[in-house]
């Protein structure tokens, strides 16, 4: 058996136990290149891969390569387009294994071009009723471009915003076999763009960068807010994109009559559109969303630990996945199972009460930088409308964590006790039935307690 057959046949193997997604991310474009004196040395497209191949598949493969073949010995990770060091290992490469190598495709870096990451994709995108309403408009929107334009998503800190964009980008890109042009791009570097263009005379330039595509993507637009050149071009842009029929995809942490900065003409156009939240995960989801990235990296856990996670992580799927991957790394590190007691210890160290850590200073400036004020504002005498509300939320949110006084709310507003009990029991009221009040207050603790 030659080396493509063997490892062709070690690739058919390790498809069956991997999921989809995962082996097209991982070993669909790895080559076994070389063999020497028992060492089998396998390609991939860039250290990340040969990193999470090395330390997650690499017993298995060498499992499967010794059945089909008894002098395998070790197997060697390499880079695609990286020479082996000959003369220390002593392997001679034929011109045809320089070729392979130099000719691989880098499928998991960022397509410089789109700026779409080829790892996100719908097929591993995890779909619960916290976010099928705007999983299924992006399922749409592949088929039909245009469809919902534009497209808006919000939703809090690791919910997946960015995933499920992306993932329309790669989706429509593999769809379309390339000739629909998407282009990803957080709103910070738009800016970076236009400050650049505008310093070096170049904005015409910058512009035809994001008119001369068919679907625009935009990450984050929260940020351009109170930024009025930011805001004046990606409004003509927004309007020359959409007068000729192209997608535009814009994701945020709050919908748009949350942006407290944001320009009315802007506000109204994204308010005109598809608008979707992607909304905290119910247990059943999270239990999901363990079991996929468990079964991403071809690991196992108790049922009892599984659902254990589940309970506790209950917001960010990021911090989820966080503390997946601590209870999965001492697992391997004692080569034993883990047990409940352990991961619960695991868990309690990765998520400490930040609550005691809060004080009024910090919820405060939280309040302030959601809705792009000052914290003197919130303490100042001033009945407008734009700070009335912050400065009710503020008091709610300094009883509610900080669990502080009435008379001690009242004193540091500036106001007396009455006024602090109004504020607390008017949002504590209104929450439960003001889905746009829920999330701004759910996105300011966001921001309260991210590390």
Excluded at 151 to 157: A, K, L, N, S
Excluded at 322 to 346: C, H, M, R
Aim: one cysteine or more.
């Amino acid at each position: 058996m030659d080396l493509d057959q063997l490892w062709q046949s070690t690739l058919g193997e390790m498809e069956v136990q991997l999921s989809r997604a995962n082996f097209a991310t991982w070993l669909k474009q790895s080559r076994l290149i070389n063999k020497k004196d028992g060492v089998f040395y396998v390609a991939l497209p860039n250290n990340f891969a040969k990193e999470w191949v090395e330390s997650k598949y690499q017993k298995n493969i060498l499992g499967i390569l010794r059945r089909h073949d008894d002098s395998v010995k070790k197997i060697e990770f390499i880079i695609g387009g990286q020479k082996l060091p000959i003369e220390k290992e002593r392997v001679i490469l034929t011109a045809s294994d320089i070729q392979k190598l130099e000719g691989m495709e880098l499928e998991f870096k960022t397509d410089p071009e789109t700026n779409l990451n080829p790892r996100y994709t719908l097929s591993s995108f995890v779909v619960g009723p916290s976010n099928e309403l705007a999983f299924a408009a992006a399922s749409a929107i592949t088929q039909q471009i245009g469809k919902y334009n534009p497209f808006f998503i919000y939703g809090g800190v690791g919910l997946g915003k960015t995933h499920l964009i992306q993932a329309i980008g790669n989706e429509i890109m593999a769809k379309y076999n390339k000739k629909i042009r998407p282009k990803y791009v957080p709103s910070e570097q738009f800016t970076r763009d236009i400050i650049w263009g505008i310093r070096n005379d170049r904005i015409e330039s910058v512009k035809k960068k994001y008119r001369d595509v068919d679907v625009l993507i935009i990450d984050d637009i929260q940020f351009i807010g109170g930024k009025e050149k930011t805001e004046e071009e990606f409004f003509h842009t927004f309007n020359a994109l959409y007068e000729n029929n192209k997608q535009i995809i814009i994701s945020s942490d709050r919908p748009p009559q949350a942006i407290p900065t944001l320009e009315e003409r802007l506000r109204s156009r994204f308010e005109g559109g598809f608008v979707a939240d992607i909304s905290y995960p119910e247990y059943e989801m999270r239990v999901a969303i363990v079991r996929s990235k468990l079964n991403e990296v071809n690991k196992t856990l108790d049922e009892a630990i599984i659902e254990l996670i589940a309970r506790r992580l209950k917001k960010n799927i990021r911090e989820l996945e966080g503390v997946l991957k601590k209870i999965l790394f001492y697992q391997e590190q004692k080569n034993t199972e883990i047990s409940p007691k352990t991961a619960e210890d695991i868990i309690e160290k990765a998520t400490q009460n930040v609550g005691k850590r809060v004080n009024e200073a910090n919820v405060l400036k939280a309040v302030a930088e959601f809705f792009n004020i000052t914290t003197e504002d919130i303490i100042s005498r001033n009945r407008r409308k734009e700070i009335v509300e912050p400065r009710q939320i503020a008091m709610y949110l300094l009883r509610e964590i900080c669990d502080l006084s009435y008379p001690y709310i009242g004193e540091k507003m500036g106001r007396d006790h009455t006024t602090a009990i109004h504020s607390y029991e008017k949002i504590n009221n209104e929450i439960n039935h003001n889905p746009g009040l829920n999330q701004k207050i759910l996105m300011i603790k966001d921001i309260l307690f991210k590390n």
